[in-house]
């Protein structure tokens, strides 16, 4: 079918001229529909693009069903074309306009004129829809750029972005961005779903995405990836198609922005500039709230010089780190992990210092030295726990935290846990997955009484360590969503390690708390 052909409605109700009509309409390239009455006609209504019209039908007239057809905002818009072998005085032709017919054509009719006329009434239709559609668009758009602008926070303006994305498409949309401490946010919405998914993905995602459309001088660009080199960049994503991808950033040497949507959802040029004016708003948005969280910035790069930068290559085991603040206007916490290298192992560690302050990130980053420099005196794991809480109670009493020690055997995959007040450890391979290593004291108290437990991580085995705040909300039980994580433990197992972190860093959506994880896989 050409660009000019559509769906057509024939309605007459003599056999041999709506053959005649019929077949000069398909030789076109036009599907055609023959009915024989008005009533049939607008039962048939739905699937026209244009209606070929009798005026003398019998029972109801085809000045009747024009009226009906028009009067109905659902069919409006779709244009009828009234013919006519015996109504063709100026008074009959005038009265089917009226009663809305786009043209009136008198029988009999030339082949060219007929075609012409079609022609001619569809072009008007399909540019009028186009119109409307993309009238909505921007009124759409007008709406979600306010949403965008009234946001407080990153994961705010996130998620107004990536529903407004899907709402305007009504296609599955992801936006990417670069988070002012250089993490990476993905955060993905589908019409018809309320909510977003929020997911991380390796520093610079965010540029290698961009990369893809935008040029080194430019400062916003669209254009079309296909399905392959999507999946090459982000083999995760939740877009496994051709992806239509809008970037945008403020000035040259910013980060920028990424909007990636279903390519068969954009028909049209005006839909490509609507979603790049969108990706603009966003590039403004961020910017704007990058200014207002210098100060949050300066705390959280403080912290983040606390915490690993990277974690250690150790023969046999894959391990993979997420650290997600709970807000990006709140206070910095106190959730730590670390990994290090211990003998024929490795020793894993994650805790949590009580507060959300800069105070709290101070001794979060004098617990984690300590328990490095006791890790390389050569302390057990055990008399390691009773050394740290021995610094808190010294040098920050009043002050609680809990501690988790996972010593790993890495040659027979025997594991020694010791927990000290601290969410248990999940172990999760082919079979399942279960919960280790629970209980102990907190540390800080004048007690120390760790709850030491050993497990064996099995080949191809997955150890997940976490801070409570992946788990814990107020308006759900924590158990729970500790038995919702539990059985996404085990359904992830199979995943690539870093796949395993970012499925369970999406499992509870935004959290009220920070977020601190490490998962360990032992590979032979």
């Not at 085995?461 to 308006?475: I, P, Q, S």
Request: proline letters at 5%; a negative charge; aromatic letters at 4%.
């Amino acid at each position: 079918m050409s660009d000019l052909a559509g769906n057509l409605l024939l309605v007459d109700d003599d056999e041999a001229k709506r053959y005649v009509l019929a077949t000069w309409l398909r030789r076109a390239g036009h599907n055609v529909t023959e009915v024989g009455t008005g009533e049939d006609a607008l039962g048939k209504i739905g699937a026209a693009e244009l209606v070929l019209l009798d005026v003398n039908l019998p029972g109801m007239s085809g000045f009747e069903v024009c009226r009906l057809i028009k009067s109905d905002p659902q069919t409006a818009a779709i244009p009828v074309i009234q013919v006519s072998a015996t109504a063709v005085a100026v008074a009959d032709r005038a009265h089917g306009l009226t009663q809305g017919a786009d043209a009136y054509l008198v029988e009999p009719i030339e082949p060219a004129e007929l075609l012409a006329t079609v022609t001619a009434a569809l072009r008007y239709f399909r540019a009028r829809q186009r119109a409307e559609r993309t009238a909505a668009m921007l009124t759409e758009l007008a709406s979600v750029s306010l949403d965008i602008n009234a946001a407080e926070t990153f994961d705010g303006l996130a998620a107004a972005a990536a529903t407004g994305a899907a709402r305007i498409f009504a296609a599955h949309a992801i936006l990417t961005l670069e988070m002012p401490d250089g993490q990476s946010r993905r955060t993905s919405a589908s019409p018809g779903h309320p909510g977003t998914v929020r997911r991380g993905g390796p520093p610079g995602l965010a540029g290698r995405v961009a990369a893809q459309v935008l040029g080194p001088g430019q400062a916003s660009a669209i254009g079309t990836v296909r399905r392959d080199d999507w999946l090459g960049i982000v083999p995760d994503s939740t877009l496994r198609t051709d992806a239509c991808l809008a970037v945008a950033r403020t000035k040259l040497g910013k980060p920028p922005v990424a909007i990636a949507i279903d390519r068969a959802s954009v028909s049209a040029d005006e839909d490509m500039q609507i979603l790049r004016q969108l990706a603009q708003s966003v590039a403004v948005g961020v910017e704007a709230l990058r200014s207002s969280a210098e100060e949050h910035l300066v705390a959280l790069t403080l912290q983040r010089s606390l915490l690993p930068a990277v974690l250690p290559l150790i023969p046999g085991v894959l391990m993979a780190y997420r650290y997600l603040p709970a807000s990006d206007h709140a206070e910095v916490g106190g959730d730590f992990y670390e990994a290090l290298p211990w003998r024929d192992g490795v020793l894993v560690a994650i805790g949590d210092v009580q507060g959300h302050s800069l105070a709290a990130a101070t001794v979060m980053g004098e617990l984690r030295h300590a328990l490095r420099a006791f890790v390389s005196e050569g302390h057990s794991p055990v008399a390691i726990t009773g050394l740290v809480n021995e610094v808190l109670r010294r040098f920050h009493p009043g002050i609680i935290a809990t501690l988790c020690l996972m010593l790993a055997d890495l040659t027979t995959g025997e594991l020694t846990i010791v927990n000290c007040g601290h969410m248990p450890v999940l172990l999760a391979d082919g079979t399942g997955a279960e919960y280790v290593g629970e209980g102990g004291l907190l540390l800080g108290l004048a007690r120390h009484e760790p709850h030491v437990e050993t497990a064996v991580l099995p080949v191809g085995g997955t150890a997940l360590l976490f801070t409570d705040g992946l788990v814990e909300d107020r308006t759900v039980l924590l158990d729970d969503n500790l038995e919702k994580l539990r059985a996404t433990g085990a359904e992830a197992a199979g995943d690539d390690v870093e796949a395993f972190a970012n499925h369970v860093m999406s499992l509870f959506g935004s959290r009220e708390d920070d977020v601190a994880m490490i998962a360990v896989r032992r590979t032979f």
